[in-house]
């Protein structure tokens, strides 16, 4: 590993963590010497960085510091582009276009030598043909689930069974091939999985929740984790 390329992933360790990090444990990533890390920890200091601790204790990197944008490695620009492509070919329109204006940016700005990780990346995402249409306006859920806004759908399920539910919407999922909008739904009680390509109609309602997107995530994740243990028992929310 060249040395700057060293130090850099020696800052990211650094930055991600949250809480102190030892020579040894950034030894043992980067699988090199902790002599080696005290050196190089010791040089980033000199330069300027914002590092504190010491040797036997740890280290963390001062909250406010930013580093020059797009330093990526080869490894770090071939992970952009396979999610690009993933993107592009099963997203919705507007996430089609930012994935493909996204390796655009990054082909404009990485250096000379690095372009060809992009342009003759060694990793893909086929394209599909069978990917579920919908016409429901998915910039528009997404501006919704970050306003926290209800919306009320008229959905026909499996049986072609028709129904109308007021959903408090916290994400969205993307398949293979179909989306599922994740959402607390009124009439249920309880949070439902409901695919776009099923969605007749939909109003996107100036209502907004009162329980916070993060809780009601947090609140998912846990009944579905139980539910992939064999229990889920419904959740409960205050109105």
């Given at each position: 590993?060249?040395?700057?390329?060293?130090?850099?992933q020696?800052?990211?360790?650094?930055?991600?963590?949250?809480?102190?990090?030892?020579?040894?444990?950034?030894?043992?990533?980067?699988?090199i010497?902790?002599?080696?890390?005290?050196?190089?920890?010791?040089?980033?200091?000199?330069?300027?960085?914002?590092?504190?601790?010491?040797?036997?204790?740890?280290?963390?990197?001062?909250?406010?510091?930013?580093?020059?944008?797009?330093?990526?490695?080869?490894?770090?620009?071939?992970?952009?582009?396979?999610?690009?492509?993933?993107?592009?070919?099963?997203?919705?329109?507007?996430?089609?276009?930012?994935?493909?204006?996204?390796?655009?940016?990054?082909?404009?700005?990485?250096?000379?030598?690095?372009?060809?990780?992009?342009?003759?990346?060694?990793?893909?995402?086929?394209?599909?043909?069978?990917?579920?249409?919908?016409?429901?306006d998915?910039?528009?859920?997404?501006?919704?689930?970050r306003?926290?806004?209800?919306?009320?759908?008229?959905y026909?399920?499996?049986?072609d069974?028709?129904?109308?539910?007021?959903?408090w919407?916290?994400?969205?999922?993307?398949?293979e091939?179909?989306?599922?909008?994740?959402?607390?739904?009124?009439?249920?009680?309880?949070?439902?999985?409901?695919?776009?390509?099923?969605?007749?109609?939909?109003?996107?309602?100036?209502?907004?929740?009162?329980?916070?997107?993060?809780?009601?995530?947090?609140?998912?994740?846990?009944?579905?984790?139980?539910?992939?243990?064999?229990?889920?028992?419904?959740?409960?929310?205050?109105?």
């Open positions: 590993m060249r040395r700057a390329d060293r130090l850099f020696i800052i990211q360790i650094l930055r991600g963590a949250r809480e102190p990090v030892t020579a040894r444990q950034i030894a043992d990533e980067l699988e010497s902790v002599r080696t890390i005290y050196r190089d920890v010791a040089e980033l200091i000199a330069q300027r960085l914002p590092i504190c601790g010491e040797a036997g204790i740890g280290y963390v990197f001062r909250q406010g510091y930013d580093m020059p944008p797009l330093m990526l490695t080869p490894d770090e620009i071939e992970v952009a582009v396979l999610g690009a492509q993933w993107v592009a070919a099963r997203g919705d329109p507007g996430l089609v276009r930012g994935a493909r204006d996204l390796i655009a940016k990054i082909n404009a700005v990485v250096p000379e030598h690095l372009c060809p990780v992009i342009l003759e990346s060694a990793v893909m995402a086929p394209d599909i043909s069978e990917l579920a249409l919908d016409e429901l998915m910039a528009r859920v997404r501006k919704w689930i306003a926290q806004g209800k919306i009320r759908i008229w026909r399920d499996r049986d069974e028709d129904s109308r539910h007021v959903i919407p916290i994400g969205v999922a993307y398949f091939s179909v989306r599922l909008i994740v959402a607390w739904c009124e009439m249920r009680q309880d949070f439902r999985h409901f695919r776009t390509d099923r969605v007749l109609t939909a109003d996107f309602l100036e209502d907004t929740f009162p329980t916070p997107t993060k809780t009601l995530r947090a609140a998912w994740k846990k009944q579905e984790k139980k539910h992939n243990a064999g229990k889920s028992p419904p959740v409960r929310l205050r109105p």
